[in-house]
């Protein structure tokens, strides 16, 4: 069997995020209106027709590839491109200018490649393999190892809705140690954040894989520790995701060990 392209995949998936991103933008500015799915999460038109766009437009291009999309599903079987076409939904529906296009590709149930684009910033983040990330073209630089305390800033999103909420208990000891933390409302776009060192951890409990395949590529060739408990044969059941930068990742992992113990 000949060996993936990847470089090819790269390619398209770049230009098809820029396509996307301009796309979700024409839909934003004629104005969008949200509605609750049933897992209680956001969904606008722009949405389903972003990855419309995405699934027929890769189906095309690498008719072999599988394909799930946050909006229609699918499965993870052999190579997968994995999308969410508009990651930080609510951001986008009520105007909050932090939400991104993700395309991942798993190749062996791991991350392989991933695009992220900023669409309002112009910035368009790629990894592939175990290459250190790109922004727009540019190399980024190595992470340095951080230890928690003041200056030190960890992103989240919380999804648990039951009692005891652990991933706040989690944050309100980050907090009391001198971190500081922040939902910028899109996973996909703060654990890019992560690879690029613009912020140094993020943890969530309920992460879906659509919301991380793309980014976690990034992480993986920034080499960043990570962990992701994703079931590729339930792609859509929530997991948890938690990277950061080293020495960091272990303090916030030691922490959340305890708080399971
Ligand atoms: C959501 C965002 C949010 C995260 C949720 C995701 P969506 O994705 O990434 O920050 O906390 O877990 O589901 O619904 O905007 O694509």
Redesign the pocket.
């Known amino acids: 069997m000949p060996a993936l392209d990847l470089a090819t995949r790269l390619s398209a998936a770049e230009t098809l995020a820029r396509d996307a991103g301009a796309r979700a933008r024409a839909f934003q500015s004629d104005g969008v209106t949200a509605v609750l799915?049933a897992?209680s999460?956001?969904?606008t038109e722009a949405?389903g027709a972003v990855e419309a766009f995405l699934r027929d437009s890769l189906g095309a291009a690498f008719p072999d590839d599988g394909f799930l999309g946050?909006e229609t599903g699918g499965a993870v079987e052999g190579p997968t491109w994995i999308i969410?076409?508009?990651?930080?939904?609510?951001?986008?529906a009520a105007g909050r200018p932090f939400?991104c296009v993700?395309i991942g590709l798993y190749v062996d149930g791991a991350p392989a490649l991933g695009v992220v684009f900023d669409p309002l910033r112009d910035e368009l983040f790629h990894g592939l393999g175990l290459a250190r990330p790109m922004l727009n073209g540019v190399q980024l630089p190595p992470i340095a190892p951080r230890r928690l305390g003041p200056g030190v800033c960890v992103g989240?999103?919380?999804?648990e809705r039951g009692p005891g909420r652990p991933a706040l208990a989690l944050l309100g000891g980050l907090a009391d140690a001198g971190a500081s933390v922040r939902?910028?409302?899109?996973?996909?776009?703060?654990l890019t954040y992560v690879a690029a060192g613009r912020i140094d951890g993020y943890f969530?409990n309920?992460?879906?894989l659509?919301?991380a395949a793309g980014a976690l590529a990034l992480i993986r060739g920034a080499g960043l520790p990570y962990v992701s408990v994703f079931d590729l044969a339930n792609p859509g059941a929530?997991a948890p995701v938690l990277a950061a930068a080293p020495g960091l990742f272990d303090e916030i992992a030691a922490r959340r060990d305890a708080q399971q113990a």
Do not use: M, R
């Not at 969410?84 to 986008?92: A, E, K, L, M």
């Not at 939902?183 to 703060?190: F, H, K, P, R, V």
């Open positions: 799915k897992d999460s956001l969904v949405d946050e969410d076409p508009i990651d930080g939904t609510s951001n986008f939400w993700s989240f999103g919380v999804q939902n910028l409302g899109s996973g996909a776009l703060t969530e309920g992460v879906k659509w919301d929530p």
